[in-house]
Structures are given as C-alpha cells and as structure tokens.
C-alpha cells in the first residue's frame, strides 16, 4: 500500500471516530434536554431507547476501528441514498404515529396527547428531517468526503430511531 492511501485511510478513520464520539456526547444531552434520565428512573424500559443509540453509535465505532474500508464514489453515493431513503421512512412513520395518537385521543375524549410524547417525536422528526435529508453538499470525486457525508447523516438518523421508539413507549405507558 502507498504512504497516500494508508495516511488518507488514517485521517479518514480519526474523522469517522471524532463524528461518532462527539454524536455519542450530543446523544447524552438530547437525552437529557427531552427528560430521557427521568424517564429511565420511572420505568425500566426507557433505557432500551437510551441504550440502543449508544450501542449503535458505539458499535459503529468499533466496525470502523477493526476494519476501515470504503467503497468506490458510486457506490458510496447509494449508501447515502439508503440512509436518507430509511430517514425518510422514518418520517412517515413518525407522521403516521402522531395522526394515530391524535385519532386515539379524540377518540377517548382526551383533548391532549402526552406532553413528552410529543416533544420525543418531534425531535425525531427534526433528526430525521434536519439532520438527515437536506443535501448538504456533494463532494465532487472525492470518495473520502462522501464517507464522511454518509456519516455525519448516520448520526441523526440513529438520533431519530432512538427518539421515536421513546415516543411510542410514552404513547404505550399513556394508553
């Protein structure tokens, strides 16, 4: 292997580390900002959603320390096409729960949903949409940078999944 690759492949591994590090540190204080902590002291499996993220970020970590690999630009380029096509199905499925609930609570004669049920899905919904499907840029030929792009939608996108999957155990503790 040339001193290029194996310096480029080197940089690209300490990115790849830093972006899941600090999404692991931003995690701890999304859970925090959504009462995610109290939630986990009141009832048991609040911690799955909790837990989950940070076994998924972590985990993550670990693949790209034992084996750092990247595809060609093409290739690449479906990979991020996969992650913002599940962000997107994430999104309907997020705006299917929310008309589902309110449904439920018209029809229980409830006139408001849980408080917290809403705030967990509507982060979700901004992890999803925010951090996930906008086009940030498209690195011209670079293989190095659309890994990073794929990356830096990774995160939010397991933001979302963990959040919404909060909402849904709000939702269930409420019915």
Do not use: D
């Not at 590090?21 to 959504?34: D, K, N, S």
């Not at 990247?70 to 096509?85: D, N, P, S």
């Not at 979302?160 to 909402?167: C, D, N, R, T, V």
């Amino acid at each position: 292997m040339n001193k290029n690759k194996i310096e480029t492949q080197s940089k690209l591994r300490r990115s790849v580390f830093l972006i899941y590090f600090l999404g692991c540190c931003l995690w701890l204080a999304i859970w925090y900002f959504v009462g995610g902590y109290e939630f986990m002291s009141q009832n048991l499996l609040f911690w799955f959603p909790f837990l989950s993220c940070l076994f998924i970020l972590i985990s993550i970590i670990s693949f790209w320390r034992v084996a750092i690999s990247y595809e060609k630009y093409e290739v690449e380029l479906r990979l991020i096409e996969t992650v913002e096509k599940h962000a997107a199905h994430m999104v309907t499925a997020i705006s299917t729960v929310l008309i589902i609930a309110a449904a439920i609570s018209a029809i229980k004669g409830q006139a408001l949903l849980p408080k917290e049920f809403i705030l967990f899905e509507s982060m979700a919904f901004i992890c999803a949409v925010v951090g996930v499907l906008p086009l940030y840029w498209i690195p011209s030929q670079n293989v190095h940078w659309l890994v990073m792009l794929r990356h830096l939608k990774t995160v939010p996108f397991t933001y979302s999944i963990s959040l919404f999957l909060a909402g849904l155990l709000v939702l269930l503790c409420w019915v």
